[in-house]
């Protein structure tokens, strides 16, 4: 089912809200929870012998991105990484003395800041850490996110030879311009190559992510972009929406705001961009994300067993994520937990012997009745009343009478049909899926106001 694009639905929806990678989201943590809570849950999650995803935060960067919005350290010079690595092997060892050693890894991923800010030994010494303390699956999905400017052949050697099947790039925009505005200059045929070098290492899956938003972007310059990464021929694209809160984000006042696209700009991107890559072959899988039809995620959309975690879409429903080094979030099966946030605070409390959780959430009994199903609204199109009736003992109409009388009026503009035992996403409603979604939402109810970024 493709997406349609709806210019006068989207605007009238379009409101802050939530993007579910987690069901409640992480504005719901708070400091009640923390690594003593941490430690409880860890050694009941052995009870239920599922497998591990273990998500690891690599903060630094070689030079400052100005749309970014991630909290990472900028440092042309080589060497604050090394203590960084020691403090991360350490924390593994607290963390995994709670797990129990037959809990297999089936999911890993290096994320950022630039994980190829490490040189190629730094790659085997921290895989082979890894190794120490978990037992890898023989299959299991590694991936790692590649800034393309800085990536030699002995990384992707290296990357390779560790065992990482696949690989994320940030391409942005190709527009020299837009790059300049930015200050994150990457020639076409720079990625290109980078690209070709990576296929002949044979990774499975090349992801590219893009963004549309930025200074002296419009329909027609974006196009190129995207016909170019077409050609390129990714197995999955990303195409976020560029958030410009320079009050947040103190870097962003460099942009020249009086160069970004306006909201009507934005809208007729969007609609571009949704265009473009469906009629190329791709299935737009919801926020923003499109792959290959033979891609496992719009493989396990169709089969309706898409998840979200705090990377984004996963075919790896279930499995519990333990998060490692500043930041980074843990996801169990009832619970979630975050890492201190600075380097300074997550440093004095490794060096200290404590495992470095700032904050967590606990679910009740109404967030994993909710969470199942906004995680079906966001990841399979829809829910069936049956599937959550049996999966918690309730009556669905009963349980969720407000929410169903409050979708009437989607239901009306077209964005979902209620049927007699399911909610169906509209092609029309799948780019506002976080609307339908922020519905089913118990905290976001309770918030008088909300301040996350705009649903497009
Ligand atoms: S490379 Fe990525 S994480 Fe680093 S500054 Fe640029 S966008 Fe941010």
Known sequence: MKAEFNKELIKKYDRPGPRYTSYPPATEFNERFGAEEYIKRLIKSNERKTPL??????????????????NVIISHRKGIEEPYLERVYKEMDLVSQYIDKDRKVIQLHWGGGTPNYLSPEQIKKFFGEIEKRFPIDENAEISIELDPR????????????????RVSMGIQDLNPKVQQAVNRVQPYELIKEK??????????????????GLPYQTKESFEETVEKVIELNPDRIATYSFAYIPQIKPHQQLLPK????????????????????????????????????HDELAVAQRKGELWRNFQGYTTKKG???????????????????QNWKTLRDYNKTVDEGRIPVFRGYVLNEDDFIRREVIMDI???????????????????????????????????????????????????????????????????????????????
């Open 53 to 70: 995803s273990l998500y690891f935060h690599i903060p630094f960067c070689e030079q400052r991105c100005l749309y970014c919005g991630c």
């Open 150 to 165: 800085y990536l030699t052949d002995e990384q992707i050697k290296a990357i390779k030879e560790v065992g990482f099947n």
């Open 195 to 212: 690209m070709e070098k990576l296929r002949e290492a044979g990774f499975e899956s090349i992801n590219v992510d893009l963004i549309y």
């Open 258 to 293: 009086e160069a970004l696209p306006s909201a009507e700009e934005k809208l007729r991107i969007l609609e571009m961009v949704i265009e473009r890559f469906q009629s190329a072959g791709y299935v737009y899988i919801g926020m923003d994300h499109f792959a290959k039809p």
């Open 319 to 337: 499995v519990e994520l333990l998060g490692f080094g500043a930041t980074s979030i843990g996801m169990l099966y009832d619970s979630y937990f």
């Open 378 to 456: 966001m990841c399979n199109l829809g829910v069936e009343f049956g599937k959550i009736e049996k999966m918690f003992s309730i009556n669905f109409k009963e349980y969720f009478e407000r929410e169903l009388e409050e979708l009437r009026e989607m239901e009306e503009d077209g964005l979902i049909k209620i049927e007699e035992d399911r909610i169906r996403i509209l092609p029309v409603g799948r780019l506002l899926i976080r609307n339908v979604a922020m519905v089913f939402d118990a905290h976001l109810r309770k918030k008088k106001e909300v301040s996350f970024s705009k649903t497009i």
